[in-house]
């Protein structure tokens, strides 16, 4: 069964960091692009950062240059490693994989909750 599972939430205060891992499970992991997307209460669900199966990377204006993604596929794992959090970074955050070229592939995660606040 496809499976992903995120860790690492909890509670920060402003200007604390956090690293949020995802393992996977059930498929060609490897092959997969993945991301990590938010959702904050009254808002719709966003992107918040990419890895491509290659290793390219890209992320939303709102968390550039304080989150990085990463992955290792040796480890079936993604993370995503934020700093410099903000009280607007509270969110849940979810992890996605999906393969472009075919159809129908997209995995989601449960989510796990990210509070930052004093």
């Known amino acids: 069964q496809v499976q992903l599972v995120e860790s690492g939430g909890g509670l920060v205060q402003p200007g604390g960091s956090l690293r949020l891992s995802c393992a996977a499970s059930g498929f060609r992991f490897s092959r997969y692009d993945m991301g990590w997307y938010r959702q904050a209460p009254g808002k719709e669900r966003e992107l918040v950062a990419i890895i491509s199966s290659g290793g390219s990377t890209d992320y939303a204006e709102s968390v550039k240059g304080r989150f990085t993604i990463s992955r290792d596929n040796a480890k079936n794992t993604v993370y995503l490693q934020m700093n410099s959090l903000k009280p607007e970074d509270t969110a849940v955050y979810y992890c996605?994989?999906?393969?472009?070229?075919?159809?129908?592939?997209?995995?989601w995660g449960q989510g796990t909750q990210v509070t930052v606040s004093s």
């Open positions: 996605k994989g999906w393969r472009t070229v075919v159809p129908g592939t997209d995995y």
